[in-house]
């Protein structure tokens, strides 16, 4: 009845339809398409779907060993226990056993030897979580130690690599630093990060006719779980099918390391002909998946009184854990972003891939870049305090130029850079010069309360290094009512991408996102997808998508001009409503003519990334097809008696060149900077003598909240600014580059710090800044004032 109103309306209303004022597409604030059902509890994540019958828990028991070979595994007391189906070793997995996403490395279950504390060894499955895990802790496992490597360092020293190292070089570095005016060098520690999604690795599996599964995942990674499915159970990828509605976070924890349930979950199934599910509880997820990885960075850098860089060495160690894993891009990553937005002048880095007795580390939003960007700007911070400057004058004064100084490392040019502008808006909009001023006053007569001050950078380069994985693919169907399904290649973990993909579809159409069905990211829909990472979700799915729907629009004014017998020129689409010349007819009055005339209703799409390329032997070429910008000004207060500090203030000015969704992207700054700030200030990964992580929960695990916010945080988008690249509409990705606004915290606890000793030093504060890290940074200052004073004089304070 009302399909028969709307065929029936007026032209009259149909062309006020036409002619209102735009209501859809993209550039709009529109709601993220799952928020009302984030806050009803109505999204449905794995483990809110209804159970299989027959259906069986796993558990897999973790290794309490660092390193350890095994002698004996004695699986006959799990089955003593009721309820119990099977208990599994390495040797009952029918196909390949490695799992390791780039090179062999991660056995699904421990194969004659463990390598940290945490490694699944056995996995059992039973009619409860609870059983299998009772059963799985029967188990006799009896192993034999081995030397354990815990520390990043002492793997530096003995060369224990899971990977070769690798170098960008430009000129001369060692010349350049012999020959500058000035010359400091030091080291840092980074520390890791804990993913901490809110929802932990899961996986459920339904076996299926043929040897088939379907296996529902939380999985960045669709179909790399899909090929390593199939490769444990030694069936071809065209058997396995994975379907990922949503996961409740991913933050790159679950690119690679969401395979390892599901691939234990479809071993069993296929064992067994029952149905499985593995979810993973909090404490076990800490310890069995990988984090961040932490770094050790050693520096050497050449400059001028003016702060200038001439040359620098910079050798990167990242703590990767026991196995490969992605290290080799995320090292990779930390190097292409040890310049951050600066001309470093004559560069040699050097990345290495330290292997320590630990979890193996992943990708975590960034990638390795945030450490990276770390270094430098430690870097940053340690020339301005041995020239007595300002820090951000010596940061303004190394920034990549417009037309000269603009080539990176890795010989990739620095195109529309934005940060001069960025950061001269910043500072006025924050006031830097007018508070760095008060806040000079105030630490003078402030004894124990000392505030600091620190306006940071980011430059992020966007495409995935290995340059294959720049590519995505859609899939559209309109059905005769007028209704799209839209499916693509990308994943949602809340970032929004469904949402901002729906948009482009809705812009190509000229239709309200309300008509456009999205659904769950599947194998069979489209096929041999990239991982949902490096920030290129939208970018690439947001293109495939568009070219789908391009296509599908392309048929349907080819139909229309000869239907009507008009040009192509006279098919106008907008607001739900198509114009041929002057007649009007409503979006699904179009189909319906379409469909009974044998137009195809649907079509894949499919998008590469232009222009990039990258020699890795010569490490020169243009990796990233654009950079994303930003910016931000924190101000902290620093108790010097204890340590402890509060945020007081950030601002943040950052580029999304024109938005999908200014609502989303405000979102994803806002995300992505507390985040950042959480990792360098109080996420501390704590480890004791045996490789056990001791921090393997919320109680021991700190992680921002509400009352860990800045007390005043103004988040800007840059306005009426185009990427000047052909991306989606011209917008930019926004889900990694806002982490590394964070570093702005830890500088300007570091400023704060440096007040102490006059602002001529920079204090040792090692990330996480914890308060007991920032104490020791206040002892050492007071050390250096207490030495540098007069004999006679006690701690005095500034008057
Ligand atoms: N935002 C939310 N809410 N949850 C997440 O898991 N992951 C981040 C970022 N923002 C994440 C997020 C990471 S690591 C990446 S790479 C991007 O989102 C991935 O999505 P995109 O490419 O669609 O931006
Ligand atoms: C950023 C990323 C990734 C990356 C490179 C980046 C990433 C990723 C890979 C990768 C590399 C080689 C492979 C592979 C994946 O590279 O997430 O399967 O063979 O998975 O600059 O985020
Ligand atoms: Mo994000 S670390 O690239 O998944």
Redesign the pocket.
């Known amino acids: 009845m009302s399909n028969h109103n709307k065929m029936t309306k007026s032209q009259d209303e149909l062309a006020a339809l036409f002619r209102a004022e735009l209501t859809t597409g993209v550039g709009r604030p529109v709601k993220h398409e799952s928020a009302p059902k984030h806050v009803s509890g109505e999204a449905v994540y794995i483990d809110d779907r209804l159970e299989f019958p027959n259906q069986l828990h796993v558990y897999a028991r973790m290794s309490d060993r660092a390193h350890a070979r095994i002698v004996r595994i004695d699986t006959a007391p799990c089955y003593e226990i009721p309820g119990v189906a099977i208990a599994i070793t390495s040797q009952d997995v029918p196909g390949q056993l490695d799992i390791g ?2 090179v062999a490395g991660d056995p699904l279950l421990a194969d004659g030897k463990v390598e940290y504390v945490g490694q699944p060894v056995i996995a059992v499955a039973a009619d409860s979580l609870e059983t299998a895990r009772k059963a799985a802790m029967a188990a006799i496992i009896e192993y034999e130690d081995l030397e354990p490597v815990l520390d990043v360092e002492e793997a530096l020293r003995k060369r224990h690599f899971v990977l070769d190292s690798h170098q960008h070089k430009r000129g001369d570095s060692a010349a350049a630093l012999a020959a500058a005016p000035r010359r400091l060098q030091g080291t840092l520690h980074i520390g890791g990060q804990e993913h901490f999604y809110l929802e932990t690795q899961i996986s459920s599996v339904m076996p299926t006719e043929d040897g088939g599964m379907i296996v529902y995942c939380s999985t ?2 669709p179909t ?1 779980v899909q090929k390593l499915v199939a490769e444990v159970l030694g069936v071809p990828m065209n058997k396995i099918v994975i379907d990922m509605r949503r996961m409740g976070g991913g933050f ?1 924890g679950k ?2 390391q969401a395979a390892g349930p599901a691939c234990l979950c479809a071993v069993i199934a296929h064992l067994t002909g029952r149905p499985t599910k593995m979810r993973l509880p909090r404490m076990e997820d800490m310890t069995m998946t990988g984090k961040r990885h932490p770094f050790f960075v050693q520096y050497d850098v050449g400059y001028d009184d003016d702060g200038l860089l001439h040359g620098i060495e910079i050798e990167l160690a990242g703590n990767c854990g026991y196995s490969p894993d ?1 290290s ?3 090292v ?2 930390a190097m ?1 972003h040890s310049d951050n937005a600066y001309y470093l002048g004559d560069a040699t880095v050097i990345g290495h891939r330290c292997k320590t007795n630990t979890a193996s580390n992943t ?1 975590y939003r960034g ?3 945030p450490q990276g960007m770390v270094a430098i700007e430690e870097i940053m911070d340690a020339v301005a305090r041995s020239l007595g400057k300002d820090p951000l004058d010596v940061r303004k004064r190394n920034y990549y130029g417009k037309d000269e100084r603009n080539v990176t490392h890795y010989y990739q040019t620095v195109e529309h850079n934005m940060l001069q502008e960025m950061t001269a808006e910043l500072e006025a909009s924050a006031e830097y010069a007018r508070r760095r001023e008060e806040i000079r006053t105030f630490n003078a007569r402030s004894p124990v309360l000392k505030k600091g001050l620190a306006l940071t950078p980011v430059k992020f ?1 966007i ?4 340059t ?2 720049n590519q995505a693919g859609a899939l559209i169907h309109i059905y005769t009512d007028g209704s799209i399904h839209l499916n693509h290649g990308g994943t949602e973990m809340g970032q929004g991408l469904n949402t901002k993909v729906a948009q482009v579809v809705a812009e190509v159409f000229q239709v309200d996102v309300e008509r456009i069905q999205i659904t769950a990211t599947n194998t069979d829909k489209v096929p041999n997808t ?2 949902t ?4 979700g939208a970018d690439l799915n947001g293109k495939a998508a568009q070219n789908a729907a391009e296509t599908i629009k392309k048929r349907l004014v080819e139909f229309a001009a000869r239907h009507f017998k008009v040009t192509e020129e006279d098919v106008e689409f907008r607001n739900g409503q198509v114009r041929v010349r002057d007649q009007f007819l409503a979006f699904e009055a179009l189909i319906q003519l379409a469909y009974f005339n044998q137009v195809s209703l649907s079509s894949t799409g499919f998008y590469r990334t232009p222009k990039i390329f990258y020699d890795r032997e010569k490490a020169a070429g243009r ?1 990233f097809y654009y950079y994303a910008y930003g910016a931000a000004c924190s101000e902290v207060i620093v108790d010097t008696l204890t340590g402890e500090y509060k945020m007081l203030r950030s601002d943040i000015l950052h580029d999304v060149g024109a938005s999908l969704n200014p609502a989303i992207d405000i979102g994803q700054v806002e995300g992505g900077f507390v985040q950042g700030m959480g990792w360098l200030t109080m996420e501390e990964l704590v480890w004791n003598d045996q490789g056990k992580l001791m921090t393997n929960g919320p109680a021991s695990y700190k992680i921002p909240a509400v009352a860990d916010m800045p007390l005043d945080l103004r988040v800007k988008l840059v306005e009426n600014r185009k990427n000047p690249e052909d991306t989606v509409f011209h917008s930019k990705a926004v889900g ?1 580059p806002p982490f590394m606004l964070g570093i702005s915290v830890w500088c300007a606890i570091k400023d704060a710090v440096a007040s102490l000793a006059d602002y001529q030093a920079q204090p040792r504060i090692d990330a996480p800044a914890t308060p007991e890290r920032v104490l020791w940074g206040v002892q050492q200052m007071k050390a250096l004032q207490q030495a540098a004073a007069p004999a006679t004089a006690t701690e005095a304070e500034p008057a």
Not at 463 to 466: E, Q
Request: hydrophobic content about 35%.
């Open positions: 996403p780039v960045q990674n790399e790159g690119e690679t992605l080799g891009s995320i990779d990553r292409f990708a990638f390795g870049g380069g495409s995935f290094t290995a294959f994985l990239s991982p990472a490096a920030s290129s990796p990694e």
